[in-house]
């Protein structure tokens, strides 16, 4: 059969890429038609995402898309990290450039919000982990903050809604992203609208809920005349990166046993795919959350910070005149002592300090350890402690799932860490397989390709990703010296 194309626009904390599917009836290929940065700006204060910059760029690369591939083209879909929102007022009046999860506002709110509804209330309604900049508590900072946003506010749309608004004029609420907001219900599949009254936001502002694989409509006009896209459909994927991330996972289902994911990358997001959710004590006393998968799945899961800490020592040690390549990083901690110094990942002191490396260290002075003074060791002590955490989190995933996993399947830009991807493995005692790279965008497409008939079902979506996509396999290594060291990285975290 002829070649039909499948666009993915997908939107990352720190960058964006327009991608096109193409699929043969058989196997699934990926060609790049545009690539561009993404990041925060500092509007008086106020850290903020730069969404006509990045309304500009999605439509260069569809132009691009369209040039390349004229006539091909059946549809365009959009994903993007969670939790950030657009508002539109009277007559879809865009308000102002949606703010950045990493703004301050929301510092201290999760404990301001116990105030209109206690933990265990937020929880047994949202069956939702606790991190501070969930939509939730954005939008109650907004109120404690006497938002002239949100008074004159008729509708939030999650960042891939407000990108699916731009492409066809249609205003919805794809279910996977809804389901990262703390203002969703797992249980009953709807908004938690008893909760928002009593939060003081009103219901209305929450809209439509639709499943992945919706078709919404065609291109505006303008759109369309502008990309020279003609007969194009707006297609929801999973809108949620991590959705499509898992979407994308290339698991067999005849074979392996139980597996579980682990899409890494800047954050490291590790659970199981399961058909219910878990709302329970044990589940909130973990902070796990309950997200929308697709097919109407949940994803049982856990957010785990990633290669922040790598990442940011490389921006300080560049910043200083020390411009390491991911390649030197790696060749140099691979010369630095193994397992000698852990920190705990998720610690406070690590979510946004000026130098990551003082923060390591400091760490590790804290609790007593050697102190990493290489830049080697500081990324050796990063990628170890990565992976032990991973360790922790994936026992809590048997523990609440009642599953045995055998396999752990890497995806995302994570997957391109070797060491990271090898230490995961001996960490965690099961074998590893990593890839695809791009795990987000293939989601993406492919559920596309599963809303046109193309392909059959997510199963065979799965196969063709298989089929088409080469990865790697980690055994684990050294068991009985990675087990010594979990039980000390246990102690050093007080977990």
């Known amino acids: 059969m002829a070649e039909q194309a499948f666009i993915g626009v997908d939107l990352g904390a720190s960058g964006g890429r327009v991608l096109v599917g193409l699929f043969d009836g058989k196997n699934l290929r990926l060609d790049e038609a545009h690539r561009f940065g993404n990041g925060p700006t500092n509007v008086a204060g106020t850290l903020?995402?730069?969404?006509?910059?990045?309304?500009?760029?999605?439509?260069?690369?569809?132009?691009?898309?369209?040039?390349k591939y004229k006539g091909q083209i059946r549809s365009v879909g959009v994903d993007t990290w969670g939790v950030d929102f657009g508002l539109l007022g009277r007559g879809d009046t865009l308000l102002g450039n949606p703010v950045h999860y990493r703004d301050r506002r929301t510092e201290g709110m999760p404990t301001r919000a116990f105030r209109y509804a206690s933990r265990e209330a937020i929880f047994a309604a949202t069956g939702l982990q606790f991190m501070p900049f969930n939509t939730l508590f954005q939008l109650l900072a907004m109120r404690e903050g006497h938002s002239p946003l949100l008074d004159v506010a008729e509708r939030m749309l999650m960042m891939p809604d407000l990108f699916h608004w731009l492409l066809s004029g249609e205003k919805t609420n794809e279910i996977t992203n809804a389901t990262t907001t703390q203002c969703f219900n797992p249980q009953t599949g709807r908004w938690a609208t008893d909760l928002l009254q009593q939060c003081g936001l009103a219901p209305g502002l929450f809209g439509e809920l639709v499943q992945a694989g919706a078709d919404i409509g065609a291109l505006r006009r303008d759109v369309a005349e502008a990309t020279e896209l003609a007969n194009v459909r707006v297609v929801l994927p999973g809108t949620h990166d991590t959705a499509s991330a898992v979407m994308a996972v290339p698991?067999?289902?005849?074979?392996?046993?139980?597996?579980?994911?682990?899409?890494?990358?800047?954050?490291?997001?590790?659970?199981?795919?399961?058909?219910?959710?878990?709302?329970n004590d044990r589940c909130r006393e973990l902070n796990f959350t309950n997200e929308g998968g697709v097919g109407g799945t949940i994803r049982l899961l856990k957010n785990i910070t990633g290669l922040w800490l790598v990442q940011e020592c490389r921006r300080v040690w560049s910043q200083a005149g020390r411009d390491y390549s991911w390649e030197e990083l790696t060749r140099l901690a691979a010369e630095a002592p193994s397992l000698a110094s852990l920190v705990d990942p998720d610690d406070a002191s690590f979510a946004a300090p000026t130098d990551m490396p003082v923060a390591i260290r400091e760490y590790c002075l804290r609790t007593r350890q050697p102190v990493p003074e290489s830049e080697g060791a500081v990324i050796r002590t990063a990628i170890e402690s990565i992976a032990l955490r991973s360790r922790q989190v994936l026992g809590w995933?048997?523990?609440?799932?009642?599953?045995?996993?055998?396999?752990?399947?890497?995806?995302?830009?994570?997957?391109?860490?070797?060491?990271?991807?090898?230490?995961?493995?001996d960490a965690c005692g099961v074998r590893v397989v990593a890839g695809p790279v791009e795990a987000t965008a293939i989601g993406n497409v492919m559920m596309q390709a599963v809303a046109a008939g193309a392909v059959g079902s997510i199963a065979e979506a799965r196969q063709i990703v298989a089929r088409s996509f080469a990865v790697e396999e980690y055994a684990p290594r050294e068991t009985d010296r990675w087990q010594e060291a979990f039980a000390r990285?246990?102690?050093v975290t007080r977990r």
Do not use: M
Not at 251 to 279: C, F, K, N
Not at 397 to 410: A, C
Not at 415 to 424: D, E, S
């Open 251 to 279: 698991a067999q289902s005849d074979g392996g046993g139980p597996w579980a994911y682990l899409s890494s990358g800047t954050w490291a997001l590790l659970g199981v795919e399961i058909d219910r959710p878990i709302v």
């Open 48 to 67: 903020h995402w730069d969404l006509l910059a990045l309304w500009n760029d999605v439509q260069a690369g569809l132009r691009r898309a369209g040039a």
């Open 397 to 425: 995933v048997e523990e609440l799932s009642g599953q045995r996993i055998k396999t752990l399947h890497i995806v995302g830009g994570g997957t391109q860490n070797r060491p990271l991807c090898q230490a995961t493995a």
């Open 489 to 491: 990285f246990q102690q």
